[in-house]
């Protein structure tokens, strides 16, 4: 059984930071890319960042240069560190396992999810 494990959300101040971390256990295949989306209330889970497993990456627009998305292999883990974040941050974020090695910005591409941790930033 496939599971996603996420910590590190919380409240933060603008401006601050925030590391977010997904731990993967039982996936055979070693080579699915990850990522990371958000849902912001009554909004659609939006594409936040995407990592291979050769560390190539992919940012949506909104986060470059403040978001840096990193994996460790040998630990199945998966990070996102959140620089200076702002209340349009505010949203759910979830981890999600890819079915392809590429980084692709779909939902529909990733099979595994992580059950969703929340990140408030407050103004």
């Known amino acids: 059984q496939v599971q996603l494990v996420e910590s590190g959300g919380g409240l933060v101040q603008a401006g601050g930071s925030l590391r977010l971390s997904c731990t993967v256990s039982g996936r055979t295949s070693s080579d699915n890319a990850m990522g990371w989306f958000r849902q912001a209330p009554g909004k659609d889970r939006e594409f936040v960042a995407g990592?291979?497993?050769?560390?190539?990456?992919d940012y949506t627009d909104s986060v470059k240069g403040r978001f840096t998305i990193s994996r460790d292999n040998a630990k199945n883990t998966v990070y996102l560190q959140m620089n200076v974040l702002n209340p349009e941050d505010t949203a759910v974020y979830y981890c999600?396992?890819?079915?392809?090695?590429?980084?692709?910005?779909?939902?529909?591409?990733?099979?595994?999810w992580g059950q969703g941790t929340q990140v408030t930033v407050s103004s």
């Open positions: 990592i291979t497993v050769i560390h190539n990456t």
């Open positions: 999600a396992s890819s079915k392809f090695s590429l980084v692709t910005r779909k939902p529909n591409d990733y099979d595994y």
